[in-house]
């Protein structure tokens, strides 16, 4: 059965020459790598979870290819009710880690290249499809895990690539060879990528006519020669390298480990090249994977809220405010906005319909508004949180003070709330509230799988104003009402 171990998930990133800098550092293993250890630890228990039978149904999936059972993450969706099962599978997730657990960026990366294979060659004659079917296969069989790069560094944000002053800041083809190409650029805030298997180069916007270099979809090892990760800083990261209760998530981190990667001008075998100066499809690429991407955050931050919410009500009972009728308010809002997103987001899927190439996508309109919404309400759910469990979250020492005999005593003393529970707990669970709740968080619910703008430009686009207008227009004078209402039409009584 091509499900991972876990433990086999970490030999195989062991076994790869991963070139990655950390802290401005080459290091010899990410593996083994403090800052990174985290994020490999949660990708770690999507290869776990696949593996324990009461998960079997949400983790797992069979494979159209093969008819195997294979893990979920590497699957083509075949149904609403396989895009139901994602966001139930990422809340889960989220529940187990309070985090990112990376593995979805690949796999929406998956189905937009599975789609959009299929589609050019519909209009072009191409074999693209086929092509990565045989590379989806291997996916599958071998369970890897992919990191989609998607987002250019972009440069002049009022330029277009082949605009730039520097040609790079968006990839690009340098040079076709017979069997292959050579790509060049960077792709920004890599969620995964430094522990991934394998990198899936999406073009990172539309593309005219005049920018065949730029619209380019292929498949990199990411210890492929030139590929170079450089990893990015977090709120409070250098914590991860102390031991005790300051750490916030110590096993699981924060969000998905993000990092610049590099391709130095790196060969792409033809086999792994999937889209090669269509630039028409681009923007179908680009749309398809986000919109997918966007109804995942209902499920995935709807298990972080969760988490988030243990954790507040936890430090309630530590405060002893929980009977107080204001904090049960505080905390039904916490549920309120927590499952108003989760809702949206299992709508979407259930509402999902049939693409060209048989695959399934969620309705683009609830999508979009999941993120919208997210925006707003992972901010708001930390505002609350902060605000029951109050400003010791900013104020209280660090774990060293625990340790010092000179002072321990105090610390213990002044920061003991309700007797029933001990200081180190409203230590451990207030790190947790103020880890998961700052900056690094909020940016990635505000950017992550698009700006805000972005699902506010693609709503208007799917909201069919016009059409309201219509309903409007049909509500107030009933033009095509049937003869025999009991109140006529205004227009019908105007004549
Ligand atoms: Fe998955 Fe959510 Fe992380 Fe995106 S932010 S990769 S949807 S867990």
């Given at each position: 059965m091509p499900l991972k171990t876990p433990g086999q998930y970490v030999e195989s990133l062991r076994a790869m020459k991963i070139r990655a800098y950390v802290g401005g550092e080459l290091v010899e293993s990410v593996v083994d790598h403090p800052l990174v250890a985290p994020h490999i630890n949660t990708v770690a228990k999507t290869y776990e979870l696949a593996h324990l039978p009461e998960h079997q149904d949400v983790m797992t999936a069979i494979s159209h290819l093969s008819g195997e059972r294979i893990h979920r993450y590497t699957h083509i969706f075949q149904s609403p009710e396989d895009l139901v099962k994602k966001i139930q599978m990422l809340r889960l997730l989220g529940q187990v880690t309070g985090t990112c657990f990376q593995r979805c960026v690949g796999l929406d990366a998956l189905n937009a290249t599975y789609a959009v294979t299929f589609e050019i060659d519909r209009d072009k004659g191409t074999d693209y499809h086929e092509r990565f079917k045989k590379y989806l296969a291997r996916v599958q069989e071998e369970d890897l895990m992919l990191a989609g790069a998607m987002t250019d560094p972009k440069g002049h944000r009022a330029k277009k690539p082949g605009d730039q002053a520097d040609p790079d800041q968006y990839v690009r083809v340098v040079e076709q060879r017979p069997d292959g190409v050579v790509i060049r650029g960077a792709k920004l805030h890599n969620t995964g990528g430094i522990n991934s298997h394998e990198v899936l180069v999406l073009p990172g916007t539309g593309m005219q006519p005049g920018e065949e270099a730029y619209a380019i979809a292929c498949a990199v090892p990411a210890d492929a020669p030139g590929v170079i990760f450089v990893f990015g800083r977090q709120s409070n990261d250098s914590r991860k390298l102390e031991k005790g209760c300051d750490i916030g998530n110590p096993r699981f981190g924060v969000v998905g480990g993000e990092a610049m990667i590099v391709f130095d001008d790196v060969f792409v075998p033809t086999e792994r090249v999937f889209l090669n100066g269509e630039v028409e499809h681009c923007a179908t690429m680009v749309n398809y994977f986000a919109t997918w991407h966007r109804a995942n955050y209902g499920g995935c931050k709807g298990g972080n809220a969760d988490v988030l919410i243990g954790a507040t009500a936890k430090m309630t009972r530590i405060l002893g405010t929980e009977r107080?009728?204001?904090?049960?308010?505080?905390?039904?809002?916490?549920?309120?906005?927590?499952?108003?997103?989760?809702?949206?987001?299992?709508?979407?899927?259930?509402?999902?319909?049939?693409?060209?190439?048989?695959?399934?996508?969620?309705?683009?309109?609830?999508?979009?508004?999941?993120?919208?919404?997210?925006?707003?309400?992972?901010?708001?759910?930390?505002?609350?949180?902060?605000?029951?469990?109050?400003?010791?979250?900013?104020?209280?020492?660090?774990?060293?003070?625990?340790?010092?005999?000179?002072?321990?005593?105090?610390?213990?003393?002044?920061?003991?709330?309700?007797?029933?529970?001990?200081?180190?707990?409203?230590?451990?669970?207030?790190?947790?509230?103020?880890?998961?709740?700052?900056?690094?968080?909020?940016?990635?619910?505000?950017?992550?799988?698009?700006?805000?703008?972005?699902?506010?430009?693609?709503?208007?686009?799917?909201?069919?104003?016009?059409?309201?207008?219509?309903?409007?227009?049909?509500?107030i004078y009933g033009t095509s009402d049937v003869p025999g209402l009991p109140l006529p039409t205004r227009r019908q009584t105007d004549n």
């Open positions: 107080n009728a204001i904090v049960k308010d505080k905390l039904i809002e916490m549920v309120h906005l927590t499952e108003t997103t989760y809702a949206s987001a299992i709508g979407s899927s259930a509402l999902g319909y049939k693409l060209p190439c048989g695959s399934f996508m969620v309705d683009p309109i609830l999508a979009n508004t999941v993120k919208q919404n997210i925006t707003r309400n992972v901010y708001e759910i930390g505002r609350l949180s902060h605000d029951l469990a109050g400003g010791f979250l900013a104020t209280m020492p660090g774990s060293e003070s625990l340790d010092n005999p000179d002072i321990s005593e105090w610390v213990r003393k002044y920061y003991t709330a309700s007797p029933d529970y001990d200081v180190n707990e409203r230590i451990d669970f207030g790190r947790y509230i103020e880890n998961m709740t700052s900056v690094t968080t909020l940016v990635e619910a505000m950017h992550g799988a698009g700006s805000p703008q972005a699902q506010r430009i693609a709503m208007l686009g799917q909201a069919n104003i016009d059409k309201k207008i219509a309903m409007a227009e049909e509500v």
